[in-house]
Each structure stands twice: as C-alpha cells, then as structure tokens.
Nanobody, 126 residues
C-alpha cells in the first residue's frame, strides 16, 4: 500500500517562497509518476506539476517559471519548490502517485492518479 505524507505548507506574503515535500513509502515499482495538485475552496482540483520516474516533468501554464518539481529517489521524496508566490496560489496542495510506464508525457489530470496524500495548506497574502 503506497502512503504519501505532505509537509511544508504555510502562510507567506506574495512574492515569497515555499518548498513542499511528499514522503512516499510502501512501493518498489521502478516505473511510476507523481504529481502535485491543488484545490481552492469552491474550485475543482487542479494539476500543478507532475514528474515521471525517469525525471520528465510537466507544469500547468500558470506556474511555469515559478514552480519546480523534483524527486529524490534515494529518500523517496517528491518536492515542489514554489517561488514568486501569488495570492491565487492559495489552496490545499496534494501529492499523488500512480504506477505505470508512460512515454512522451506525464498526466496532470487527477483521474490518472490512484494514491493521494492528505494535503498541506498554502496561503499567500497580498
């Protein structure tokens, strides 16, 4: 059973930075993909960034140039470095994981992920 535990959320002012972490355990698969999603009150869950086990990454347009997704395969930890944060980035951020080998892209839709963490809150004030 894959378990995901997020940390690193908090409250910052616009223009600030945060780094989210997602500690993953309970798997031995070599081919997988992981993603960060966010959900603001009254809005649908949105894919922010995703990465394959081979390092291929993809971002939603609104965070390109500001957010960086990375993974430490030794520590089994996924990261999301968020710079130049904006009030519209305020949301609950979730880590997600799924098994499988994907060629050419990595999904940013929630339906493509099976395992989810509990989330960590990010609040950006203006």
């Amino acid at each position: 059973q894959v378990q995901l535990v997020e940390s690193g959320g908090g409250s910052v002012q616009a223009g600030g930075s945060l780094r989210l972490s997602c500690a993953a355990s309970g798997y031995t698969y070599s081919s997988y993909y992981m993603g960060w999603f966010r959900q603001a009150p009254g809005k649908e869950r949105e894919g922010v960034a995703a990465i394959r086990s081979d390092g291929y990454a993809r971002y939603t347009d609104s965070v390109k140039g500001r957010f960086t997704i990375s993974q430490d395969n030794v520590k089994n930890t996924l990261y999301l470095e968020m710079d130049n944060l904006k009030p519209e980035d305020t949301a609950m951020y979730y880590c997600a994981f799924n098994v499988g080998r994907i060629v050419g892209w990595v999904p940013l839709s929630a339906e493509q992920y099976y395992y989810w963490g509990q989330g960590t809150q990010v609040t950006v004030s203006s």
